[in-house]
């Protein structure tokens, strides 16, 4: 079983940046691929972006709302998955998720994912 650590949440301004972490451990070998999502209260987890682990580097897919805005990234060496946010809107304040695929399968729904870390706050403030 993998354990997620998610961090780097914390009180931004509005067009601020921030950098959030996510450290993969416990298996074998790496995921198939990452996901981040975000949820707020009353409503479901939102899907934020996808990255194709396996290999050196891969295809990265991010939602509309935040296309080229956030970008997603990993260090292999390091077992660890970023999400760089830049120019933050207050409609971006949620906890963030990262998660972990073991195979192919539409990997922008919940339940194309197997392992879940505990999420980071993200507030923005205007």
């Known amino acids: 079983q993998l354990q997620l650590v998610e961090s780097g949440g914390e009180v931004v301004q509005a067009g601020g940046s921030l950098t959030l972490s996510c450290v993969v451990s416990g298996g074998v070998r790496g995921p198939y691929a990452m996901g981040w999502f975000r949820r707020v209260p009353e409503k479901e987890r939102e899907w934020v972006s996808t990255l194709i682990w396996s290999g050196n580097g891969g295809r990265r897919y991010y939602a509309n709302s935040v296309k080229g805005r956030f970008a997603v990234s990993k260090d292999s060496a390091k077992n660890t998955l970023y999400l760089q946010m830049n120019d933050l809107k207050p409609e971006d304040t949620a906890v963030y998720y990262c998660?972990?695929?073991?195979?192919?399968?539409?990997?922008?729904?919940?339940?194309?994912?197997?392992?879940w870390g505990q999420g980071t706050q993200v507030t923005v403030s205007s």
């Open positions: 998660a972990a695929a073991l195979r192919a399968s539409g990997l922008g729904t919940v339940d194309d994912f197997d392992y």
